[in-house]
């Protein structure tokens, strides 16, 4: 079931009035009921995987408790999770690559192997609900929180539907006790949850869908085009991405807050960022701030040498890399981002001689209320030209490291970098060659840059006024509020494709 579904539109709605018509002893119960639905609209048989790591991570934490004086069992209980959790998710998406990538290997040497493959469909979300059970598992092996009595309450906590599929990946101390607690009806609130779902919307039908046209065009048949053709699909993609992925997670938190619940900011403005290391504050910050916790730390952070330090965040890098897709491509995305944040680390100057572990992880923390600590505040304010510049460089980097996440093979990915400038011949005429090829009028580009500037006009003011805009035309006159949200609205009728509804990009990780 499709957020930007007719399904979705009758679901929704439905399940809000019963929550809250219901006494409270009961709305776990309609959480967690509505949201294996939603999950089994996908796919009916997959729904056993969620609960087997549902059951195995709450069986699991019960005992790290029970043992809690016992280092040795502890250990042993964690491992087995580990095992368990991380062993569905290899099978499901990780076999048939390792599986393939082996046997190239071994070709290499002369040494003829037959590939195992499985012929399994990647169930929706497996990566985003493993991380978040491990992540709770985790937790509670090291103390900073109490394991859940209440299974119904734990399964609601895990696949809680408006995050289910494609996060953010929510931290057990955040979720769980909203799970529990007892929620009045907040008519700002919901108003509020309204309003970003509609952005949320905006974004997504608005942007990333009129655009996937495009990107798909030139990505799914990338020989056939050269030239800027190339430079404009990947530019395209650059902002399709965010826009989808950032709309579902504004659509996620906007639902949620229907229901008394507030879901983590996944993102914050990250194409303003002014170095690759506030980008990763910005972007997908459940991701990166899982990363950080649970492996980045682990694994030293920067307590220890240089060699190390740089170390842990490449390969830090490199799983993240792997988690978004079993595909060479998205490894070296990874990698390119951790040489990034290597090099930014030697060329930059520290401004303390002793770091604080909490406030100098390259994978940051960034919570809605406080981001300073995290990036060199007095480089990275939102004014003058050497800050501009910084932010154009650092989105022209990213916007070509996309090339390597979108595209299917690393031999296609060469392919671009090669021939993104093949054919100048002047400039007028490589920009219409791309155009032409591509199949956007001059005259629709100039309309939907429209829409594009509203993006980059909200994000911005976003990073100026440290508030989201969304909130400050809450608080404008009715006069001056109303004709944006029929604006909002006017747009999403004019620019979104019409037909079948599309999926959103990350529903593949």
Excluded at 229 to 246: G, H, M, N, P
Excluded at 378 to 395: A, C, D, Q, S, Y
Excluded at 466 to 487: C, E, F, N
Aim: with cysteine.
């Amino acid at each position: 079931m499709l957020f930007n579904s007719w399904q979705f539109g009758v679901f929704l709605p439905v399940v809000f009035a019963l929550y809250w018509a219901l006494p409270h002893r009961f709305r776990w119960l309609i959480i967690l009921i509505s949201s294996y639905w939603f999950y089994m609209s996908w796919n009916v048989k997959y729904v056993v995987l969620i609960l087997f790591t549902t059951i195995i991570s709450y069986m699991a934490a019960l005992l790290i408790e029970r043992f809690h004086d016992n280092t040795r069992a502890k250990k042993f209980i964690l491992t087995i999770t580990l095992i368990s959790c991380l062993g569905v998710l290899f099978v499901f998406k990780y076999f048939n690559f390792f599986s393939e990538s082996l046997t190239k290997f071994f070709s290499l040497f002369a040494i003829q192997l037959h590939p195992m493959t499985l012929k399994l469909l990647l169930p929706v979300g497996i990566s985003f609900y493993t991380f978040q059970t491990l992540a709770y598992v985790i937790d509670v092996y090291r103390g900073t929180t109490k394991a859940e009595r209440h299974f119904g309450v734990y399964a609601a906590f895990i696949s809680f539907f408006p995050q289910l599929v494609a996060g953010p990946i929510e931290r057990t101390n955040n979720l769980l006790p909203q799970i529990k607690a007892h929620h009045e009806f907040n008519y700002e609130q919901a108003t509020y949850g309204m309003k970003l779902m509609t952005w949320g919307f905006f974004k997504k039908l608005c942007l990333a869908d009129v655009l996937a046209i495009y990107v798909d065009r030139v990505f799914n048949d990338v020989y056939s085009f050269r030239g800027f053709a190339l430079v404009l699909a990947t530019f395209f993609f650059t902002i399709q991405i965010y826009c989808d992925f950032s709309g579902y997670s504004d659509i996620a938190r906007g639902c949620a807050k229907l229901f008394g619940i507030d879901l983590m900011e996944n993102f914050r403005s990250p194409y303003f960022s002014a170095s690759i290391r506030e980008f990763w504050s910005r972007w997908h910050i459940s991701l990166s701030t899982w990363f950080r916790d649970y492996v980045y730390i682990p694994l030293g952070g920067n307590r220890c040498g240089k060699f190390r330090h740089n170390l842990n965040l490449m390969i830090t890098f490199v799983i993240s890399g792997l988690w978004h897709g079993a595909n060479w491509t998205f490894i070296i995305w990874g990698a390119v981002h951790g040489a990034a944040q290597i090099i930014e680390n030697i060329f930059t100057r520290k401004k303390h001689d002793e770091p604080n572990v909490r406030n100098s992880e390259a994978i940051h923390e960034l919570t809605p209320e406080n981001n300073e600590g995290f990036t060199h505040k007095k480089n990275n304010e939102p004014h003058g030209i050497i800050w501009l510049m910084r932010v154009l460089m650092t989105f022209t980097f990213c916007m070509f490291a996309w090339v390597f996440f979108r595209a299917q093979t690393l031999a296609e990915a060469i392919y671009v970098f090669k021939n993104m400038f093949a054919g100048f011949e002047g400039l007028e005429q490589y920009l219409r060659k791309a155009w032409k090829s591509i199949g956007m009028s001059w005259a629709y580009w100039y309309s939907f840059s429209i829409v594009i500037s509203t993006l980059a006009v909200f994000d911005f003011i976003a990073v100026i006024c440290k508030h989201d805009l969304i909130s400050i035309i809450s608080r404008q006159k009715l006069l001056i509020r109303w004709p944006v949200y029929l604006a909002l609205g006017l747009f999403i009728i004019l620019f979104s494709p019409k037909g079948v509804a599309t999926e959103f990009v990350y529903f593949q990780f």
